[in-house]
C-alpha cells in the first residue's frame, strides 16, 4: 500500500499481480466513503477474464476538489513504470464522481492513457477541452431522474464524436428498473476490448 498527498494506492487481487510482465495496468479509482469492496469485487470478477492484466485500486479524498491532480498523475504514472509498461497500455475504472475524474484526466490531457471505463457519470459535466490523442472513453450510463430524458448524456456523447474522440456507450435504464448483471455485462465487455488492444500495442512494440 502506498500513502501519497491523500491518496491510498493498494492491489485489489490477493497477490496484486499477473504472472510476468502484465499487458495492462487496469486502475480503480474510489473515493473515500465508498469503500474499495466494489472495486475488489469487480478486480475478482474480470480477473478470469483477462488474466494478463494487473488491477490496483486508488481511494481518492471524498472532496473530489480537493484530489490532488498532480499526485494522482504520479501515482498513476509511477505504478506503470514500476512494471515497465507505457501510457497506452494504462485503463481507468471509475464509477460516479470518481469515473468523472477519470474522464476528465484523460481528457484534458493530465494522464496519458489508453482508456477510461466510466459508469453513471455525475451531468452535466464541467467544461471540456478535446486534445487530439488516441484514448478511448467507454461508457455505462443509467437513466435518473437528474437527467430524464438523457439530454445531458447524449450531449456529451455528441460532443465527444465531433472531436473525433473514440467513445462508445451503453445506456441502461433507471437502476431499479435495470437487472444488475447488465452493467457489469457491459463493462465487462468493454474491459477485455482495451485490454486486449493493450495487448496488441505491446506486442507491436516488441
Same mark, same amino acid.
Given at each position: 500500500?502506498?500513502?501519497?498527498?491523500?491518496?491510498?494506492?493498494?492491489?485489489?487481487?490477493?497477490d496484486g499481480e499477473t504472472g510476468g510482465t502484465p499487458e495492462a495496468l487496469v486502475i480503480m479509482l474510489f473515493m473515500a466513503g465508498d469503500t474499495s469492496e466494489p472495486a475488489l469485487q469487480l478486480a475478482r470478477h474480470w480477473h478470469p477474464l483477462v @488474466?494478463?492484466?494487473?488491477?490496483?485500486?486508488?481511494?481518492?479524498?471524498?472532496? *473530489?476538489?480537493?484530489?490532488?491532480?498532480?499526485?494522482?498523475?504520479?501515482? *498513476?504514472?509511477?505504478?506503470?513504470?514500476?512494471?515497465?509498461?507505457?501510457?497506452?497500455?494504462?485503463?481507468?475504472?471509475?464509477?460516479?464522481?470518481?469515473?468523472?475524474?477519470?474522464?476528465?484526466?484523460?481528457?484534458?490531457?493530465?494522464?496519458?492513457?489508453?482508456?477510461? *471505463?466510466?459508469?453513471?457519470?455525475?451531468? @452535466?459535466?464541467?467544461?471540456?477541452?478535446?486534445?487530439?490523442?488516441?484514448?478511448?472513453?467507454?461508457?455505462?450510463?443509467?437513466?435518473?431522474?437528474?437527467?430524464?430524458?438523457?439530454?445531458?448524456?447524449?450531449?456529451?456523447?455528441?460532443?465527444?464524436?465531433?472531436?473525433?474522440?473514440?467513445?462508445?456507450?451503453?445506456?441502461? @435504464?433507471?437502476?431499479?428498473?435495470?437487472?444488475?448483471?447488465?452493467?457489469?455485462?457491459? $463493462?465487462? $465487455?468493454?474491459?477485455?476490448?482495451?485490454?486486449?488492444?493493450? $495487448?496488441?500495442?505491446?506486442?507491436?512494440?516488441?
Open positions: 500500500m502506498l500513502l501519497t498527498n491523500g491518496l491510498t494506492l493498494r492491489p485489489l487481487l490477493q @488474466p494478463r492484466a494487473a488491477f490496483l485500486g486508488v481511494e481518492l479524498d471524498d472532496l *473530489i476538489w480537493r484530489v490532488d491532480l498532480g499526485a494522482l498523475q504520479r501515482v *498513476i504514472t509511477q505504478a506503470a513504470e514500476i512494471r515497465d509498461l507505457s501510457p497506452d497500455q494504462i485503463l481507468l475504472v471509475g464509477l460516479g464522481q470518481a469515473g468523472a475524474l477519470a474522464v476528465e484526466m484523460v481528457l484534458h490531457g493530465l494522464l496519458p492513457a489508453l482508456g477510461v *471505463i466510466a459508469r453513471d457519470l455525475p451531468l @452535466p459535466l464541467g467544461r471540456m477541452s478535446f486534445p487530439p490523442g488516441p484514448a478511448a472513453f467507454r461508457l455505462v450510463q443509467h437513466c435518473s431522474d437528474r437527467d430524464p430524458e438523457n439530454v445531458h448524456f447524449h450531449t456529451l456523447l455528441d460532443d465527444l464524436r465531433r472531436e473525433d474522440v473514440d467513445v462508445r456507450a451503453v445506456l441502461l @435504464p433507471e437502476e431499479p428498473m435495470s437487472r444488475p448483471d447488465m452493467a457489469l455485462r457491459a $463493462g465487462t $465487455g468493454f474491459l477485455v476490448e482495451l485490454v486486449a488492444r493493450a $495487448g496488441a500495442r505491446m506486442i507491436r512494440a516488441m
